[in-house]
Nanobody, 115 residues
Framework: QVQLVESGGGMVQPGGSLRLSCVAS????????MTWVRQAPGKGPEWVSS????????AIDNSAKGRFTISRDNAKNTMWLQMNNLKPEDTALYYC????????RGQGTQVTVSS
C-alpha cells in the first residue's frame, strides 16, 4: 500500500532553515506528481508546493516563494522541501502527498518557528 514517511521537522528560530524529507513506498514514485501540504493549529490544510513526476516543473505558494525549494530524486523515492528564512507563520504540521493536496498523505513532521 501507499506509504509516505516525512522527517526533518523540528524547532528553529526565525530566520533558520530546515530540510524536510518524504520517503515513498508502495507505488511507482516516478509516475506521480508530489505535493507538500501544511496544517497550522486551528486551520485547514494549506498547499505549499508541488513537483511534477519527472521533477522538471515545480510550483510554490506565494508565501513561500524565494524561501522554500522543492526537489525530488526518483532513484531514491524521495522528495525534499528546503525551507530557509523560516517565519513564525510557517509553524505547522507538514505532510507530503501523492499527486495533489488531496492525495494520500503521510503522518507529517512538525515544524515550529519560534524565538
Amino acid at each position: 500500500q501507499v506509504q509516505l514517511v516525512e522527517s526533518g521537522g523540528g524547532m528553529v528560530q526565525p530566520g533558520g532553515s530546515l530540510r524536510l524529507s518524504c520517503v515513498a513506498s508502495g507505488f511507482t514514485f516516478s509516475d506521480y506528481d508530489m505535493t507538500w501540504v501544511r496544517q497550522a493549529p486551528g486551520k485547514g490544510p494549506e498547499w505549499v508546493s508541488s513537483i511534477s513526476a519527472r521533477g522538471d516543473n515545480t510550483a510554490i505558494d506565494n508565501s513561500a516563494k524565494g524561501r522554500f525549494t522543492i526537489s525530488r530524486d526518483n532513484a531514491k523515492n524521495t522528495m525534499w522541501l528546503q525551507m530557509n528564512n523560516l517565519k513564525p507563520e510557517d509553524t505547522a504540521l507538514y505532510y507530503c502527498a501523492r499527486g495533489n493536496a488531496s492525495g494520500p498523505r503521510g503522518q507529517g513532521t512538525q515544524v515550529t518557528v519560534s524565538s
